[in-house]
Structures are given as C-alpha cells and as structure tokens.
C-alpha cells in the first residue's frame, strides 16, 4: 500500500498574506475605516519591540470597541522622540507589518508628524486609548475627541516591561 504523495502548498507573497490587508497608508485610512464597525478605537505610538506589555495594551484597547486602528510614527518621528540615534530598531514597514499580524488590531497605518492629532481629527474615533504613563488631560488629543462626544483613556501599564529597558539588557556586556 502506498502513501498518498504530501501536498506543499506554494509559499504566499508577502501581499496575499492576510496581515498585509490590514495595513493601510494615511492617505486610504478614511476610506478603510468607513467600512469598520464601530465603535472605533485609535491609539498610537512606535511598537519598535514588541513585548507582552505591548500586547496586553494592545487586547486591552481591541476589547473597548469593535475595531482598533493603530497609528505608528514613521521611523523619523520615532526619531524625533528622544529615544536614541539607533531607534527605532526596526524600520516602520516592519514594525506595522508585527502589528497587523496581531489578531487585536483591526487595520494599521502610520503617521510622520511628532504627535498624531491631524491623522485623529481626520479619522474622529469614538475612543481614544494610551498607556498608562500619560495624563489624558493634558494630551490635546483627548480634548478633540471629546469635542465629538468621543472618550479618551489610559490604560494601565504592565508593570516590568519597557522596549527601552529591554534594548538596555540586549546591550549590556554579559
């Protein structure tokens, strides 16, 4: 008796792969986003390592509304926040492409300015969510979703885990 012959199937270009359906440049976000159920989610921020802090964050934030957006700064705006000459570590195709494959976000897209107020004025979500080292009340942003009857949060952080704290421990001599 033989074996019935294994069947491969042929490797999927980086674009058919479901993750790649998610990703969504600034420029068709409005479009993308009027198709999704609300209500819409939006949180932002650079995601260069993702670790389990991140992806708690990240479940949390999904589980407050039907679709999350998730808008990371380019690579030079992650530049311009301060966290080193070498950051981000990996480059903002990379970073969104780790995000989409996430089952909690919904679509991802990315913004080049130093904070992301134009791209949350253009997309009004219904909730606005950030980490827990934020004071809502003194991030602008918060102010302009609630000025359409939006709200905006923080969420709390999982204590322990940090990209920056995480690239210190690669770096260090063992």
């Known amino acids: 008796m033989s074996s019935p012959a294994t069947i491969h199937p042929a490797p999927l270009a980086f674009e058919q792969l479901p993750l790649a359906r998610k990703l969504c440049p600034a420029t068709e976000v409005l479009a993308r986003i009027a198709l999704l159920p609300r209500p819409l989610v939006f949180t932002n921020g650079v995601f260069d390592v993702l670790h389990r802090g991140h992806v708690a964050y990240l479940e949390q934030a999904r589980g407050l509304g039907a679709s999350l957006l998730v808008a990371l700064n380019t690579d030079a705006s992650a530049r311009r926040l301060g966290k080193g000459p070498q950051r981000p570590l990996n480059s903002q ?3 969104a492409s780790v995000i989409a494959a996430l089952a909690s976000s919904t679509l991802v897209t990315w913004f080049d300015e130093d904070t992301p107020l134009a791209l949350i004025e ?10 827990g080292d934020y004071d809502m009340a003194l991030l602008p942003e918060t102010a302009r979703v609630q000025s359409w009857g939006g709200c905006a949060l923080a969420l709390p952080f999982v204590t322990g885990y940090s990209t920056t704290a995480l690239v210190q421990k690669i770096r260090q001599p063992v």
Do not use: S
């Open 93 to 95: 195709q990379d970073r």
């Open 122 to 131: 253009q997309v009004r979500p219904d909730i606005l969510v950030k980490g």
